[in-house]
């Protein structure tokens, strides 16, 4: 079956440090692959989105990304953390098979931002 | 231009009970997905409506669940007799034109079944 997998439920960071949150998913083929962001009591936001081309995406707010295909991995990296980034982030991969158009999404990582 | 707007923001209901959740998405686009978030873990996808037709319902749970979208634009999700086990976020998400296209939540409804 088609699953999403985030290895870092919960991250604390001091401002100023480095991120880096996996992803990994279990199934090859064409995929689209998305990173969302979830702020405290705020909805889901796009963060940064990957359909084709440079495997190497930048997002808002600094945020980037990289595809390796090898490693079905889609990891998520910021060389420093603000207290603002504090936030609930999820991964999710949308396979292109089909009519499907689905995002199939990771449990999510908390990350915590101390000053 | 307006998000995508879900209501109510929060619903509590007793265990058998009948309960509808509304979703308006963003003027324009034709997909329409919804989504449901239990506590710790991602969103799970239950459906996906393609204009007034559902394209793709393979994510609902079982028979108790179901979802319209009459006009192509506002969606009802409809859960007949409840559980507990229903408990969870509600989110809807929409897309200019489905497939590819990046999906933009709303704020989700918060069910509770007591």
């Known amino acids: 079956a088609q699953s999403v997998s985030q290895h870092n439920h919960h991250v604390i960071l001091s401002e100023a440090a480095s991120l880096e949150l996996g992803c990994n998913y279990s199934y090859g083929g064409t995929v689209n692959l998305f990173w969302y962001v979830q702020y405290p009591g705020q909805h889901l936001q796009l963060l940064l989105k990957y359909f084709s081309g440079d495997p190497l995406v930048k997002g808002i707010k600094g945020f980037e990304a990289e595809f390796i295909k090898s490693k079905f991995s889609f990891n998520l990296r910021k060389p420093s953390v603000q207290w603002s980034d504090t936030a609930e982030y999820f991964c999710a991969v949308k396979w292109a098979t089909g009519t499907a158009s689905k995002l199939t999404f990771g449990t999510g990582t908390r990350l915590q931002v101390t000053l | 231009g307006a998000g995508v707007s879900q209501t109510p923001s929060n619903k509590v209901t007793e265990k058998g009970k009948y309960v509808e959740l509304r979703c308006d998405p963003i003027s324009g686009h034709t997909a329409l997905y919804w989504y449901r978030q239990s506590l710790g873990q991602g969103p799970e996808f239950l459906i996906y409506?393609?204009?007034?037709?559902?394209?793709?319902d393979s994510g609902l749970p079982n028979d108790r669940f179901f979802a319209v979208r009459p006009e192509g634009s506002v969606s009802t999700l409809k859960i007949q007799r409840t559980e507990r086990g229903d408990s969870a976020v509600y989110l809807c998400a929409s897309s200019l034109n489905g497939a590819g296209d990046t999906q933009y939540f709303g704020p989700g409804t918060r069910l509770t079944v007591l």
């Open positions: 409506f393609q204009g007034t037709g559902a394209a793709d």
